[in-house]
């Protein structure tokens, strides 16, 4: 079994879950390195000389009995420190809208072309930045145009919103409850959860969430398979790679326009850099990281923007497919940034 992702570090799959599975399992930090483990189980098999397995990941620092944030919730109810004074901004609808035939040309630009090369095709030398990698990304983004493989397309909209504890209360036109999502919330330091970054629902006042997804569309998808059905592994690899940043593009253009939308766009970095390390208002937090971590929160998402009108479904897994697509809550307030939350003890 070989794991990776986001989720999921070396030393915890190479020695919390190397103890309990009867069978091998190793970490890969990307897809390259999954097929040079690939390489060396086949050539274990085959009974090469020398071959061998990597050495299992060894902790530096003994794994505690306890995890650090698996602790009991205070009996206060303390929230943290976030403001409650800012601005509430007015969005253009409330509801849902749908966009579709957004051209490769808008959202190319902010490809994020370090996570592409360094992260999905594994090129770690500077020097093959311009002799390989370029080259192969304007081959591919002309391939994918010629070959009409993208089909770009965003369902998002602004929702009336409250908070309360640690849930955010998505509201109906007449002020009542909708929906609700229940976030998790630092056990130490502010003690931040998402719902702290809406408007409080004894203060009186009505706050506004984003929701978007977007999808790249399934054609590249096929295309990703018939090149792995041909054994065109590099091909795949490249392609697949490709499409999963392209989605994430489309999701960082959108969040530009949620932005513009929302009149919160008056302080925007000059530089992409400065895009990818979120330097401007607000923030755009998907399903599965750590301030929201539930993946059943999609269907809840899914039933209020109702995806399926641009060919998005969710699996019994809560996964989107198309593969290449994303969801996202969006909050406008100045002080939303990233930041890790435990999970409360059952």
């Not at 090469?48 to 206060?76: I, M, S, W």
């Not at 035939?101 to 490809?111: C, F, N, R, S």
């Not at 897994?317 to 307030?333: G, K, R």
């Given at each position: 079994?070989?794991?990776?992702?986001?989720?999921?570090?070396?030393?915890?799959?190479?020695?919390?879950?190397?103890?309990?599975?009867?069978?091998?399992?190793?970490?890969?930090?990307?897809?390259?390195?999954?097929?040079?483990?690939?390489?060396?189980?086949?050539?274990?098999?085959?009974?090469?000389?020398?071959?061998?397995l990597?050495?299992?990941?060894?902790?530096r620092?003994p794994?505690r009995?306890?995890?650090?944030?698996?602790?009991e919730?205070?009996q206060?109810?303390?929230?943290s420190?976030v403001?409650?004074?800012?601005?509430?901004?007015?969005?253009?609808?409330?509801?849902s809208r749908?966009v579709?035939?957004?051209?490769?040309?808008?959202?190319?630009?902010?490809?994020?072309?370090?996570?592409?090369?360094?992260?999905?095709?594994?090129?770690?030398?500077?020097?093959?930045?311009?002799t390989?990698?370029?080259?192969r990304?304007?081959?591919?983004?002309?391939?994918?145009?010629?070959g009409?493989?993208?089909?770009?397309?965003?369902?998002?909209?602004?929702?009336?919103?409250?908070?309360k504890?640690?849930?955010?209360?998505?509201?109906?036109?007449?002020?009542?409850?909708?929906?609700?999502?229940?976030f998790?919330?630092?056990?130490?330091?502010?003690?931040?959860?998402?719902?702290?970054?809406?408007?409080?629902?004894?203060?009186?006042e009505?706050?506004?969430?984003?929701?978007?997804?977007?999808?790249?569309?399934?054609?590249?998808?096929?295309?990703t398979?018939?090149?792995?059905?041909?054994n065109a592994?590099?091909?795949?690899?490249?392609?697949?790679?490709?499409?999963?940043?392209?989605?994430?593009?489309?999701?960082?253009y959108?969040?530009?326009?949620?932005?513009?939308e929302?009149?919160?766009?008056?302080?925007?970095?000059?530089?992409?850099?400065?895009?990818?390390r979120?330097?401007?208002?607000?923030?755009?937090?998907?399903?599965?990281?750590?301030?929201?971590?539930?993946?059943?929160?999609r269907?809840?998402?899914?039933?209020?923007l109702?995806?399926?009108?641009?060919?998005?479904?969710?699996?019994?897994?809560f996964?989107?497919?198309?593969e290449?697509?994303?969801?996202?809550?969006?909050?406008?307030?100045?002080?939303?940034?990233?930041?890790?939350?435990?999970?409360?003890?059952?």
């Amino acid at each position: 079994v070989i794991l990776g992702g986001a989720a999921l570090t070396r030393a915890y799959v190479e020695q919390d879950l190397h103890e309990i599975y009867e069978g091998e399992v190793r970490y890969a930090r990307d897809a390259f390195e999954g097929l040079r483990l690939m390489d060396a189980l086949i050539a274990v098999k085959r009974g090469v000389p020398g071959a061998a397995l990597p050495e299992l990941k060894q902790r530096r620092v003994p794994k505690r009995e306890t995890a650090v944030l698996d602790v009991e919730e205070p009996q206060d109810g303390a929230r943290s420190d976030v403001s409650v004074t800012n601005p509430v901004p007015t969005p253009p609808f409330w509801g849902s809208r749908v966009v579709k035939g957004i051209q490769l040309k808008e959202y190319a630009p902010w490809l994020d072309e370090g996570a592409l090369f360094k992260g999905q095709w594994g090129l770690k030398e500077p020097q093959l930045i311009d002799t390989e990698a370029r080259p192969r990304l304007r081959h591919w983004l002309g391939r994918l145009q010629t070959g009409r493989l993208l089909e770009a397309a965003v369902v998002h909209g602004y929702f009336p919103c409250v908070s309360k504890g640690d849930d955010l209360i998505i509201l109906d036109e007449d002020g009542s409850e909708r929906t609700r999502f229940t976030f998790p919330r630092q056990q130490r330091g502010r003690r931040l959860c998402l719902a702290d970054f809406f408007r409080p629902e004894e203060s009186g006042e009505t706050d506004v969430v984003g929701l978007q997804v977007v999808t790249v569309g399934s054609r590249i998808g096929g295309e990703t398979a018939q090149l792995f059905e041909a054994n065109a592994y590099r091909d795949y690899l490249e392609l697949h790679g490709l499409s999963v940043q392209l989605a994430e593009a489309l999701a960082e253009y959108w969040h530009a326009r949620v932005r513009t939308e929302l009149g919160i766009a008056t302080a925007e970095p000059a530089a992409l850099d400065g895009m990818f390390r979120t330097e401007y208002q607000g923030c755009r937090y998907s399903l599965g990281y750590p301030a929201c971590p539930d993946l059943e929160d999609r269907a809840k998402i899914a039933e209020l923007l109702r995806p399926e009108r641009i060919g998005v479904v969710l699996s019994e897994e809560f996964q989107l497919h198309p593969e290449q697509s994303t969801d996202a809550i969006v909050l406008h307030h100045p002080e939303a940034g990233y930041f890790n939350a435990g999970r409360r003890r059952a």
